[in-house]
């Protein structure tokens, strides 16, 4: 069913709407009425509060009592109608928004053009989703037929029906003749890939203004969601990160930043069946679905079916469009599935549409728009040809939105069966259905190379720890809606006895797809393909720091409620000195903010610390807020731990982690330490990426040299970074560039591992051999559990050449002044594996000067 661009409002009136001032109340400088939460009617003069988004980057001290997951509001049990008016209010306006240059829409107009929209008649709605980590407002827009509150509260109930009894939601009359499906659109992820935005505008406003019946017929059966721009950040500044440089399409299954939690919260509440996720710059436009390997934990038969069907409409609306590569440099559209064998693959669950089956999409693709207007074409291509190519963008990301509510529409009863089959499959504990041209039929060329299952474990067990970490992890799987009990009494289950406090997750539950993706291993997938399109190992329950016990079979009977939160873990001795594990980031930052506030801490000889009885209440403070544990002190400690200001030349993700652990953080560079760094504002100097010491003046070596700081580096940059400085003796090894996954690992214990976790997580693999006198092996590589390593064409550079060496060593440079370590490992990576911070917060103590 085409979308008709037919309009109910004259043109000239349409345009006076969408260019017409704000009102005073809602202009810049104006305390106007609040937006408005979906769900909260708005009465006239009553302001109505909004809910907060944590700051991002706040540190971990902020976030044990209230974690980011956790306390993201779920939709209220009351429900208003549609529509639902939100008067937004308009930023500033920013004339250096890189949206201009292409003629595209920049953030600050986006407001006034949303109120205008919303002024249009009577289907369309916006709510403030979340905010950016630069504290930009985004925009949801719901478009569909009106609905009287009886209606919407009808349209809750049945979508709850759906995930919490699809045996029921499958055989419910009134739900197959009137539940809306909902379609999911989100734009804008990366920053400086504009156009989904600007196409979405013109759709919400033709869906608006239709008078036809085919539109009216679209509208009364379908709610359509758009995420006008998930990434405002980057957005303005025409870059593909957010403002705290994370790539948001890389960050799901972490869920470290605000706009992913906004999306998370959107996928929950809305539980879209189909979803769009605007990307580019591909030519010819491509179009999912993927290459293998497929993600094992999908109901990816159902999946298939309709990505693949839904991808042919939205193949034909884009080659439709009659964009030719000699007239407009438009290759035809491409299906990665059918087109290519491998490189394009939806494994890991960290891509928007590789999240969003796990919360009920049967439909979900990343769409690829051809022609590039952004990096160096930005700055080269002359403005006249930049905008041509955003308005040919423009039109095939409409295309693909308008194919894609028509798959909706005409095949509504099939995509809810499959929607609801694939959550009755997860309650009823059933075993995956292999893909083949039996079980998706119509889907050519399905193979054994296409054919990812898992078998599912009877439930998974998290003991309650001695650190916060089991409480972060259980918190962190209720925020992507996985339910968890906790058993108020001992119990026995899968063949072992288990104490009160622990938390069970039973996999008999509507998500457990997305739960055996948090908290499986994962597999070792080398084998399977030449080469991975991103990182093919993650799994939380070897990365965040607690154990998890996967149980196989029984019965799954547990005292105790499904909870809401984790428990508080917070405890503080009564009496006498105290002493706290630096196992966790949530440690880091406690023994971090006691250094802040002048206490005098002491290291020991494994990695603690000892805090003075005289700090109780500020312990009491820290244990209340961080959810660690001060145990009582049986030995004084030995050096004083000192408060530890890092100078660090480190990607974003590794910024953001350092300063969750509560540490003074100073960005630098080879440029900045060129332009001459007072070294006398850092303690010890962190080296993972760009910092090239053999680029460095000869005033800012010597300026480096005569610091004393110490050293910490990850990876290749900071090898090469003591090579060139002449720090540690030994020959740095390194695996493939884009290996990546899970690996088994040996601490030597003492002050750096001692308590570390059995694994670790690698991208660009590193290893030592040869070192030299005095050089101490802290860690050891073992085999890889999960992921993608393959040695390289001279059979060298492998796992299993890796096994058996040094991950982590240290020691002292400069006649024995400098202290020095060295990670082959990535404990930071992108701001993930929780478990492994610790190391790294521990070196940077140990070398601090």
């Given at each position: 069913?085409?979308?008709?661009?037919?309009?109910?409002?004259?043109?000239?009136?349409?345009?006076?709407?969408?260019?017409?001032?704000?009102?005073?109340?809602?202009?810049?400088?104006?305390?106007?009425?609040?937006?408005?939460?979906?769900?909260?009617?708005?009465?006239?003069?009553?302001?109505?509060?909004?809910g907060g988004e944590a700051l991002a980057g706040a540190p971990l001290a902020a976030a044990r009592t209230a974690p980011a997951g956790a306390?993201?509001?779920?939709?209220?049990?009351?429900?208003?109608?549609?529509?639902?008016?939100?008067?937004?209010?308009a930023p500033p306006a920013d004339p250096a928004d890189r949206s201009v240059r292409l003629g595209l829409a920049p953030y600050h107009a986006?407001?006034?053009?949303?109120?205008?929209?919303?002024?249009?008649?009577?289907?369309?709605?916006?709510?403030?989703?979340?905010?950016?980590?630069?504290?930009?407002?985004?925009?949801?827009?719901?478009?569909?037929?009106?609905?009287?509150?009886?209606?919407?509260?009808?349209?809750?109930?049945?979508?709850?029906?759906?995930?919490?009894?699809?045996?029921?939601?499958?055989?419910?009359?009134?739900?197959?003749?009137?539940?809306?499906?909902?379609?999911?659109?989100?734009?804008?992820?990366?920053?400086?890939?504009?156009?989904?935005?600007?196409?979405?505008?013109?759709?919400?406003?033709?869906?608006?203004?239709?008078?036809?019946?085919?539109?009216?017929?679209?509208?009364?059966?379908?709610?359509?969601?758009?995420?006008?721009?998930?990434?405002?950040?980057?957005?303005?500044?025409?870059?593909?990160?957010?403002?705290?440089?994370?790539?948001?399409?890389?960050?799901?299954?972490?869920?470290?930043?605000?706009?992913?939690?906004?999306?998370?919260?959107?996928?929950?509440?809305?539980?879209?069946?189909?979803?769009?996720?605007?990307?580019?710059?591909?030519?010819?436009?491509?179009?999912?679905?993927?290459?293998?390997?497929?993600?094992?934990?999908?109901?990816?038969?159902?999946?298939?079916?309709?990505?693949?069907?839904?991808?042919?409409?939205?193949?034909?609306?884009?080659?439709?469009?009659?964009?030719?590569?000699?007239?407009?440099?438009?290759?035809?559209?491409?299906?990665?599935?059918?087109?290519?064998?491998?490189?394009?693959?939806?494994?890991?669950?960290?891509?928007?549409?590789?999240?969003?089956?796990?919360?009920?999409?049967?439909?979900?693709?990343?769409?690829?728009?051809?022609?590039?207007?952004?990096?160096?074409?930005?700055?080269?291509?002359?403005?006249?040809?930049?905008?041509?190519?955003?308005?040919?963008?423009?039109?095939?990301?409409?295309?693909?939105?308008?194919a894609a509510l028509d798959y909706a529409h005409r095949h509504r009863a099939p995509v809810l069966a499959d929607q609801i089959e694939t959550?009755?499959?997860?309650?009823?504990?059933?075993?995956?259905?292999?893909?083949?041209?039996?079980?998706?039929?119509?889907?050519?060329?399905?193979?054994?190379?296409?054919?990812?299952?898992?078998?599912?474990?009877?439930?998974?067990?998290?003991?309650?720890?001695?650190?916060?970490?089991?409480?972060?992890?259980?918190?962190?799987?209720?925020?992507?809606?996985?339910?968890?009990?906790?058993?108020?009494?001992?119990?026995?289950?899968?063949?072992?006895?288990?104490?009160?406090?622990?938390?069970?997750?039973?996999?008999?539950?509507?998500?457990?797809?997305?739960?055996?993706?948090?908290?499986?291993?994962?597999?070792?997938?080398?084998?399977?393909?030449?080469?991975?399109?991103?990182?093919?190992?993650?799994?939380?329950?070897?990365?965040?720091?607690?154990?998890?016990?996967?149980?196989?079979?029984?019965?799954?009977?547990?005292?105790?409620?499904?909870?809401?939160?984790?428990?508080?873990?917070?405890?503080?001795?009564?009496?006498?000195?105290?002493?706290?594990?630096?196992?966790?980031?949530?440690?880091?930052?406690?023994?971090?903010?006691?250094?802040?506030?002048?206490?005098?801490?002491?290291?020991?000889?494994?990695?603690?610390?000892?805090?003075?009885?005289?700090?109780?209440?500020?312990?009491?403070?820290?244990?209340?807020?961080?959810?660690?544990?001060?145990?009582?002190?049986?030995?004084?400690?030995?050096?004083?731990?000192?408060?530890?200001?890092?100078?660090?030349?480190?990607?974003?993700?590794?910024?953001?982690?350092?300063?969750?652990?509560?540490?003074?953080?100073?960005?630098?560079?080879?440029?900045?330490?060129?332009?001459?760094?007072?070294?006398?504002?850092?303690?010890?100097?962190?080296?993972?990426?760009?910092?090239?010491?053999?680029?460095?003046?000869?005033?800012?070596?010597?300026?480096?040299?005569?610091?004393?700081?110490?050293?910490?580096?990850?990876?290749?940059?900071?090898?090469?970074?003591?090579?060139?400085?002449?720090?540690?003796?030994?020959?740095?090894?390194?695996?493939?560039?884009?290996?990546?996954?899970?690996?088994?690992?040996?601490?030597?214990?003492?002050?750096?591992?001692?308590?570390?976790?059995?694994?670790?997580?690698?991208?660009?693999?590193?290893?030592?051999?040869?070192?030299?006198?005095?050089?101490?092996?802290?860690?050891?590589?073992?085999?890889?559990?999960?992921?993608?390593?393959?040695?390289?064409?001279?059979?060298?550079?492998?796992?299993?050449?890796?096994?058996?060496?040094?991950?982590?060593?240290?020691?002292?440079?400069?006649?024995?002044?400098?202290?020095?370590?060295?990670?082959?490992?990535?404990?930071?990576?992108?701001?993930?594996?929780?478990?492994?911070?610790?190391?790294?917060?521990?070196?940077?103590?140990?070398?601090?000067?």
């Amino acid at each position: 069913m085409a979308i008709p661009r037919r309009s109910l409002v004259p043109a000239a009136l349409l345009g006076a709407l969408l260019l017409a001032p704000l009102p005073a109340s809602a202009a810049p400088g104006h305390d106007g009425p609040r937006p408005v939460r979906e769900g909260t009617p708005a009465r006239a003069g009553t302001p109505v509060r909004e809910g907060g988004e944590a700051l991002a980057g706040a540190p971990l001290a902020a976030a044990r009592t209230a974690p980011a997951g956790a306390a993201e509001p779920a939709e209220p049990r009351t429900e208003a109608g549609y529509p639902r008016r939100t008067v937004l209010r308009a930023p500033p306006a920013d004339p250096a928004d890189r949206s201009v240059r292409l003629g595209l829409a920049p953030y600050h107009a986006l407001a006034p053009r949303l109120n205008a929209l919303q002024r249009l008649g009577d289907r369309v709605s916006v709510e403030i989703a979340g905010r950016s980590a630069g504290g930009r407002e985004l925009y949801l827009v719901t478009v569909t037929a009106p609905e009287s509150p009886r209606q919407a509260r009808e349209q809750r109930r049945m979508r709850a029906l759906i995930e919490n009894a699809p045996a029921t939601a499958a055989r419910d009359p009134r739900l197959a003749a009137s539940y809306k499906t909902p379609v999911f659109i989100n734009n804008n992820i990366h920053g400086n890939e504009w156009e989904g935005t600007d196409a979405a505008l013109r759709l919400i406003e033709e869906l608006a203004t239709a008078g036809d019946a085919r539109t009216a017929a679209l509208l009364a059966s379908t709610r359509v969601y758009v995420n006008v721009t998930a990434n405002p950040d980057g957005r303005v500044a025409g870059t593909r990160a957010n403002g705290n440089g994370f790539d948001l399409n890389r960050d799901f299954i972490t869920a470290s930043q605000p706009e992913t939690r906004a999306i998370r919260r959107i996928a929950i509440d809305k539980q879209p069946a189909v979803m769009l996720d605007l990307h580019g710059y591909v030519n010819g436009t491509l179009i999912e679905p993927t290459t293998p390997p497929h993600g094992e934990n999908y109901e990816y038969d159902l999946f298939l079916k309709h990505s693949y069907a839904n991808a042919l409409g939205m193949e034909k609306g884009v080659n439709g469009l009659g964009l030719t590569p000699a007239g407009d440099g438009v290759r035809p559209a491409v299906i990665p599935f059918r087109d290519q064998a491998e490189g394009w693959d939806d494994w890991p669950p960290v891509f928007t549409p590789q999240y969003m089956p796990f919360q009920g999409a049967v439909a979900a693709h990343t769409v690829e728009f051809p022609l590039a207007v952004n990096n160096a074409a930005y700055d080269t291509l002359p403005v006249t040809e930049l905008r041509r190519r955003a308005g040919v963008n423009t039109a095939v990301a409409g295309a693909a939105m308008r194919a894609a509510l028509d798959y909706a529409h005409r095949h509504r009863a099939p995509v809810l069966a499959d929607q609801i089959e694939t959550f009755r499959r997860g309650a009823a504990g059933e075993p995956q259905r292999p893909v083949s041209e039996r079980t998706v039929p119509g889907v050519p060329g399905i193979g054994p190379e296409d054919v990812y299952t898992t078998a599912f474990p009877r439930a998974y067990v998290i003991p309650a720890g001695r650190t916060p970490a089991a409480a972060r992890l259980v918190d962190h799987l209720l925020a992507n809606d996985v339910r968890v009990r906790r058993a108020s009494a001992p119990f026995r289950l899968g063949g072992r006895p288990h104490p009160a406090g622990a938390y069970v997750v039973d996999m008999r539950q509507p998500k457990r797809g997305l739960a055996n993706a948090i908290l499986a291993e994962g597999r070792d997938i080398s084998a399977d393909v030449s080469a991975m399109y991103d990182i093919s190992g993650w799994s939380l329950g070897l990365l965040w720091g607690t154990a998890v016990e996967k149980v196989r079979g029984g019965e799954v009977r547990v005292p105790g409620p499904l909870v809401s939160k984790a428990a508080p873990t917070g405890r503080v001795a009564p009496r006498g000195d105290l002493r706290l594990r630096l196992d966790d980031p949530a440690e880091l930052a406690a023994v971090n903010a006691l250094l802040a506030r002048g206490v005098r801490v002491r290291g020991t000889a494994d990695g603690a610390a000892v805090v003075p009885g005289s700090a109780r209440g500020t312990a009491r403070a820290l244990a209340d807020r961080l959810g660690v544990r001060f145990e009582a002190a049986r030995e004084r400690g030995g050096a004083a731990l000192r408060r530890t200001r890092v100078a660090a030349a480190v990607p974003a993700g590794e910024l953001f982690a350092l300063r969750e652990m509560g540490f003074d953080v100073l960005p630098v560079s080879t440029a900045v330490l060129n332009a001459g760094f007072d070294w006398s504002r850092a303690d010890v100097l962190y080296v993972s990426a760009g910092l090239d010491h053999r680029a460095l003046t000869p005033a800012a070596r010597d300026a480096l040299r005569a610091s004393g700081v110490g050293v910490v580096g990850t990876g290749a940059g900071g090898a090469a970074f003591n090579a060139a400085a002449g720090l540690l003796a030994a020959t740095p090894v390194r695996g493939g560039a884009d290996a990546n996954g899970v690996v088994r690992v040996a601490g030597a214990g003492g002050a750096l591992t001692a308590g570390a976790p059995g694994h670790s997580f690698v991208y660009a693999p590193l290893w030592f051999t040869r070192p030299g006198p005095g050089v101490r092996v802290e860690q050891r590589y073992g085999a890889l559990v999960a992921g993608h390593w393959r040695p390289g064409e001279d059979g060298r550079g492998g796992p299993l050449e890796a096994a058996g060496a040094a991950s982590v060593i240290s020691g002292t440079a400069a006649g024995g002044r400098t202290p020095v370590v060295l990670f082959g490992t990535q404990p930071l990576f992108r701001a993930h594996p929780k478990g492994l911070y610790a190391q790294v917060g521990r070196a940077l103590l140990a070398t601090a000067r």
